[in-house]
Structure formats: C-alpha cells, structure tokens
C-alpha cells in the first residue's frame, strides 16, 4: 500500500464506519495518546522499566499503527498530501544533514 492508497483508504473507512472525521484538535489529542502508548512499549521492551500485567497485551506493529492512522486522519482533514510532504521533507533532511551527520563524532 502506497502513502497515496494509504489516505485514500482511510479517508473511505471514515466516511463509511467512521461517519466523519474528529476535529483537529481531538485528533491531536488521540495523536498524543497513541505516540503515548508506544513510548509506554518502547520503555519496557528497550528500556530499563518491567511489563506490568496489563502492559502484556499490547502489541507494538498495532500501537504504530494507530499512530500512523491518526497522523494519516489528520493529514487527510488538513489537506496535507503526504507523499509530496515526505519526499519533500527527505530532500530537505538530504540536503541539511548529509554532511552533518557523517562528520558527527558520536555517530562512529
């Protein structure tokens, strides 16, 4: 699935399960909540706290995932195309840190 077919597809989800979109701000908010639950994986699986019981269930490819619909809901109500913003947004990253990041002491 393209980025393209990705919006698409989520866009048709809403507007038939979903019935419409939340507003921005209360997607944002989701946003948070969702990126929230991923730190939470990210800090028992990699990090240094234990899983408690309730933690065991949740899956970090589903919690991403959430993550990446919301971002993708969000986009689709602001009129963001996120194929052009992401090829964008790397060209600008190639052009400002290529050299920056090979001459990085900390990164060898």
Same mark, same amino acid.
């Given at each position: 699935m393209t980025i393209q077919d990705a919006q698409t597809t989520i866009d048709n989800w809403i507007k038939t399960k979903g019935v419409r979109y939340f507003n921005e701000l209360t997607n944002m908010a989701i946003l948070s909540e969702e990126v929230g639950e991923v730190a939470r994986i990210i800090a028992r699986q990699y990090g240094e706290q234990s899983f408690k019981e309730s933690d065991k269930e949740h899956d970090l490819a589903d919690e991403l995932a959430d993550v990446l619909f919301v971002l993708i809901c969000i986009a689709?109500? %602001?009129?963001? =195309?996120?194929?052009?913003?992401?090829?964008?947004?790397?060209? *600008?990253? %190639?052009?400002? =840190?290529?050299?920056?990041?090979?001459?990085?002491?900390?990164? *060898?």
């Open positions: 689709n109500q %602001t009129g963001v =195309d996120l194929t052009d913003a992401l090829e964008k947004n790397l060209s *600008k990253k %190639t052009d400002r =840190d290529t050299l920056r990041h090979q001459n990085n002491e900390k990164l *060898k």
